[in-house]
């Protein structure tokens, strides 16, 4: 008992893959944020990690750097948790490398681009008998675990349906700094992408909207049907404008709407409606808010408000003293369905007109009038061709297939045509 107190004691050492970028964030989050008896850095994964702006740090935490997660263990390194920050398509084999090498991972959103994908990672973590938690942080944040917690106890009757839309303009710089950004496929390695704003940008908030329906704390509802209309103003293969109508398991209607293009910014909003209750957030305030027919209010708060790398703080206690995994695999597959449904629904992704290009500024492309036709779709919990947009193309109804994964039973759907392997 002794020994098994000891380990527990000691911090949990931790390996960073990626440390540029988004990495480099969470990089200074262990650094700066959790106390150096909970956790420290064992390790750097990262073939350009002296172009990192943490580079000097690491240098003086003098600890091994390596190219790749197969050279850190295979040169006899350990950690106890791996956090995978690198791009989509690294995710999945990235992880599944130190499951191998019995780590537990924290992987940033999405998980990857195919429902296989889902399938390889839930079939390592069970093997390894190790934990994976995927850093949506919403899903970590206090505002949406409370709310969660009323909707799964009836408090608001049953959902009827959830809207969702963001909108974030993003320059041609956004698309040109690397070889996947704008891409169904990595112009690189071919491994698939799938980069959109539902893919990568506002995934948070796709994922969010299947969490909040989840049947228990731990899972997300998924989508049994999708119809998407998928859009793009920039020279790019994928889309920079995505709208979708998925039904989920539960019944419930999921839109979801998302733009780089609109000429101003939306914050992240959505609309829960259910049968006792509406509960918005960002459409007013910054704040999650429910108001019953009797005009009765409960406010949840921001979820931003819970620092955003507290699912870093969770996955380090969870490697210390084990316990429920917030948004593991499960939830987070959601997601991963959804999108690769929406591609099979809009197979062919429409230009929008070049008489609505407006130029925002140096190398940005706005699309005149499209943030108001997004508002419209929300307000009326309608898709783009279903409001009139003459640019819109109505996509197929599709059915993801039910993959069930390994663990927890639930159905993983399918990726785009193709990409299942």
Known sequence: MADANHARARPVAVLMVAIG????????????????GRAQLAGVVDPFASASAAWPRVIASEVPVADTVEAFFGAGHRAELTVVASPIH??????VTALVHDSHVLCDKPIGATVREVEVLVQARDRAARFVMIGYQWS????????????LAGRYGRPLRCATLCAWPRDMAYYERNTWAGRLRDGETGAWVLDSPANNAMAHFLHNAFFLLGPEMHLSAMPV??????????????????A?????????????????VTEGA??????????????TFGETSRRIVAKNASGEIADYGDPDDTPQFEKLFVAIERARHPGHVVCGVEAAAAQTVCVGAMHESAADIVSLPTALFRNGGGNLVTVAGLGDDLLRCYESSALPSEIGCTWARPGRPVCPDSLALVSGGRSAGT???GAAS
């Open 21 to 36: 970028g988004y990495g480099y964030h969470y990089l200074k989050a262990l650094l700066d944020e959790v106390p150096a």
């Open 90 to 95: 690294f995710h999945v084999a990235q992880s």
């Open 140 to 151: 970590f944040s206090a505002a949406i675990q409370a709310l969660k917690h009323d909707v």
């Open 225 to 242: 049907s999708v119809t998407a209309e998928l859009a793009r103003a920039y020279p790019i293969d994928s889309a920079d404008t995505t």
């Open 244 to 260: 979708c109508r998925a039904v989920t398991d539960s019944q419930c209607d999921v839109l979801f709407l998302a733009s780089h």
């Open 266 to 279: 939306v914050e992240p909003r959505f609309r829960l409606e259910c049968e006792d209750a509406v509960v």
């Open 415 to 417: 990726a785009p045509e």
